[in-house]
């Protein structure tokens, strides 16, 4: 007999005999505790008999448990010994998070031999991550504390009356786009969306982001799954320096941008910016991001972009971005830091020239649903392609101001976005 599996029913059992029997099962189930924890059949099945006692309205009490026991044909003499580890109430959190614990490592070794299984059996690796991914976050979503409604006011009224957490809000660095955001930036839990089409600034709106963060000290990681990380130090150096990085590569900068691009170069080296560019697993992705959090207590998490990440091949592609869409938001909520996703639009806005509609998200609705912010990026017809202007229209916004519109200054040699000026 498992002795914290023991010691956390009869202490349950024996709380009935001062009327608390029925809170300590309540308090139990609230820290995780579920018919799964139990490895023991005479633990099972008192756990059983206990719910099922609490859920006809009687009170628990020790000779009823027994009888019902006896009824169940269960032996009594493991009853009476199960209920000699009985404690006082005061112990309840501490075996019942032992007992959580014990089935969370279970649960990760039994995962561990599937996993091996899978391998000699030739499954491929994307398969086993996903598979891995979807079990590890059920079990870390074991146990989930709820909270009190008197706590979430008092979370309301610190934040209402601005006694937040300024870093938790991280804005894009252009004054007009974030005047319109709650508290100046994205914030905590969000799912935020940038989409264009290709060549309209969708990267360099990223980098912009990770650039304004990162020269505040804020840590932040961004997965580039279209460039290399070193095209993109090469555009966060000339995004720095104000030199075209080109020019510097082909060995035309003069001897003042270069000296100007080796400063960028040693300013850059001491931000605190978290790069992965060979991640394209959703998995992967989803692990690289909760140990960044853990490790470097990033910010935010920038991806670059949504449909060239790979999710579970089994699924039409559509299904796969829904699930590319859905985890990510859920990854925002774990984590409660903004997570900014890049994605592509289809060629309608182009063809009809007119403003971009989030119906022009390409592959999949569910990015409609699941995001806190939509904004695109276009150009019109008549626009200069090559020009320092870049259109940006918001659809959707759960945090700030919903609808809005407007132009961003877009210095293309650099990278640089700013507030545009006619």
């Known amino acids: 007999m498992n002795t914290s599996e023991a010691t956390l029913l009869a202490t349950i059992i024996q709380g009935g005999s001062i009327g608390v029997g029925g809170q300590l099962l309540s308090e139990a189930e609230e820290l995780g505790i579920t018919p799964e924890c139990f490895t023991t059949n005479i633990c099972q099945d008192v756990w059983e008999i206990i719910n099922k006692i609490d859920r006809s309205g009687r009170q628990l009490d020790e000779q009823d448990v027994l009888t019902d026991v006896q009824i169940a044909g269960k032996s009594a003499a493991d009853f009476m010994a199960l209920m000699g580890h009985a404690k006082t109430s005061l112990h309840l959190p501490t075996y019942s998070t032992k007992v959580l614990e014990q089935y969370k490592l279970r649960m990760l070794n039994r995962m561990s031999r599937e996993v091996q299984e899978k391998t000699a059996s030739g499954e491929e690796a994307s398969e086993i991550m996903i598979g891995i991914d979807q079990a590890t976050k059920k079990l870390s979503e074991t146990g989930a504390k709820q909270k009190p409604i008197s706590e979430a006011i008092d979370s309301f009224v610190a934040d209402f009356f601005g006694e937040f957490d300024k870093t938790a809000y991280l804005p894009t660095g252009i004054k007009a786009y974030d005047s319109s955001l709650n508290r100046g930036g994205f914030g905590p839990s969000q799912l935020c969306v940038f989409a264009a089409r290709p060549g309209c600034g969708k990267s360099a709106m990223a980098l912009n982001i990770v650039h304004s963060a990162a020269k505040k000290g804020l840590p932040i990681g961004m997965f580039s799954l279209e460039m290399g990380s070193e095209e993109l130090m090469g555009r966060m150096v000339s995004m720095e320096s104000g030199v075209d990085w080109e020019r510097a590569r082909d060995g035309v900068a003069s001897k003042s941008q270069n000296d100007d691009i080796k400063k960028a170069i040693s300013d850059v080296k001491k931000w605190p910016i978290q790069l992965?560019?060979?991640?394209?697993?959703?998995?992967?992705?989803?692990?690289?991001?909760?140990n960044w959090k853990r490790k470097h207590n990033v910010k935010a998490i920038i991806i670059d972009y949504c449909q060239l990440i790979r999710a579970n091949p089994k699924l039409p592609r559509e299904q796969q971005v829904a699930e590319i869409s859905r985890e990510c938001k859920l990854l925002a909520k774990s984590l409660k830091i903004p997570v900014i996703l890049l994605a592509q639009i289809n060629r309608e806005s182009e063809k009809e020239n007119r403003e971009p509609r989030m119906s022009?998200?390409?592959?999949?609705?569910?990015?409609?649903?699941?995001?806190?912010?939509?904004?695109?990026?276009?150009?019109k017809a008549d626009d200069d392609k090559t020009g320092p202007m870049v259109r940006w229209v918001r659809p959707k916004q759960r945090g700030g101001v919903g609808y809005d519109s407007g132009k961003l200054g877009f210095i293309r040699q650099t990278g640089k976005m700013t507030d545009f000026k006619v």
């Open 360 to 379: 022009d998200l390409r592959e999949s609705g569910a990015l409609e649903q699941d995001a806190d912010s939509i904004t695109f990026l276009f150009q």
């Open 276 to 290: 992965c560019d060979d991640a394209f697993n959703l998995p992967l992705i989803l692990s690289i991001a909760r």
